[in-house]
């Protein structure tokens, strides 16, 4: 039994976090949820038990053997070190140590082997929600046909902005509604009955900081080689990223051969072979697992090199909680607690 803690234990992923352990039976003793002091006693329940929050700034890390963080980058920044320092198995949400090339980005399902990198820091970065999802369902595709050129546009919800954007979007969907006017404090625009083409900061080559987070690790897990070309949009939904993928290979893709493929992969449901059957964040991904793939069809630019698919998963929980919990588990099965 392994006695962990949770930095960032009220937002979205923090609570996710905790559901999955209970549910997923993972093997912990005790349990430390931690936040900022304004959330200092707040009671959270985890196995029929309230544990109460304790505050970060004071907490001992040498009690625990992981811990996982999502209170965003700042706070991992100035905390995630300590707690490597101390003793603790850091396992970062945020972008904050992603592309530190001594520190390994994981998603289990595809490049496992790189989780031993994280012995020279004591920290493993759990990587983007819109990349997670790309990459488990291209991971076997590229090791039959190898990927050259990925060309994605996503369509992200809202919670992967934090639960206040939750709010925000439930409440300027009341004000249209009812004719009212429209309070905005986390987007730059309404996302009310709209789209917004802009998710993060945009970058000196004009891209959005999330358009590069996706070239930067995608090229980090997947392929160094692999030319990434992303648009990354927000929607008006409220779990569960889309996206649209179109990709070149170096072989002929034969599409029977990448329903197989998927079918066999793990953490990758795709749902029928049928035009009309494909995968949506609402019905399909939200509070689910896998990533679920749908739409696939040969590219009409390049033919049998290229393939076009749709691809959902929930981005709170694959996208965030759940890949880091499997990455635990992976470090549990791969060194027996010795780590």
């Keep these: 039994m392994i006695d962990a803690a949770i930095v960032g234990a009220t937002g979205e992923i923090g609570h996710a976090i905790i559901k999955i352990l209970e549910e997923r039976k993972f ?19 985890f196995k029929n038990k309230e544990i109460s929050v304790e505050n970060l ?20 920044a100035k905390y995630a070190p300590i707690a490597a320092t101390q003793g ?24 496992p082997d790189d989780l031993s ?20 369902a291209l991971k076997p595709i590229h090791d039959k046909y190898k990927i050259e050129h990925i060309d994605v546009s996503t369509y992200q919800s809202v ?9 925000e979007l ?17 987007f730059p625009q309404s996302m009310a009955f709209n789209v917004l083409p802009h998710i993060d900061v945009f970058q000196e080559n004009l891209f959005t900081k999330e358009e590069m987070k996706m070239n930067w690790e995608t090229k980090k897990i997947l392929d160094n080689n692999i030319e990434v070309n992303a648009t990354c949009v927000r929607v008006p939904v409220l779990y569960g990223h889309s996206e649209a993928v179109h990709i070149k290979t170096k072989k002929k893709i034969d599409i029977k051969e990448v329903y197989t493929l998927l079918k066999k992969a793990d953490g990758v449901t795709i749902l029928g072979e049928e035009p009309q059957e494909y995968p949506t964040a609402a019905k399909n ?30 981005n709170i929980r694959k996208g965030g909680a759940l890949n880091s919990i499997q990455i635990a588990e992976l470090v549990i099965q791969k060194y027996n607690n010795d780590f």
């Excluded at 949400?93 to 490049?111: A, G, K, M, W, Y």
């Excluded at 939200?286 to 929930?314: A, C, P």
């Design 88 to 111: 603790a198995l850091v396992i970062d949400n945020t972008s904050h140590f992603r592309q530190e090339e001594d520190i390994p980005l994981i998603v289990p399902e595809v490049n």
């Design 117 to 136: 990198l994280y012995k020279k820091h004591r920290i493993i970065a759990n990587p983007n929600c819109s990349t997670i999802q790309m990459v488990v």
């Design 27 to 45: 093997p912990v003793n005790n349990l430390h949820l931690l936040a900022s002091e304004r959330s200092i006693g707040k009671k959270i329940l």
């Design 170 to 186: 439930i409440n300027q969907t009341k004000s249209t509604l009812d004719n009212k006017p429209v309070e905005t404090n986390i």
């Design 285 to 314: 991904a939200q509070y689910k697992d896998d990533t679920f793939v749908g739409r696939i069809r040969h590219s009409l630019v390049y033919n049998e090199y290229g393939l076009n698919m749709w691809l959902v998963s929930d």
């Design 159 to 167: 919670s992967g902005a934090g639960h206040s954007a939750i709010i």
């Design 57 to 76: 700034a004071t907490f001992d890390f040498s009690k625990v053997k992981i811990a996982f963080f999502s209170a965003g980058g700042k706070v991992s």
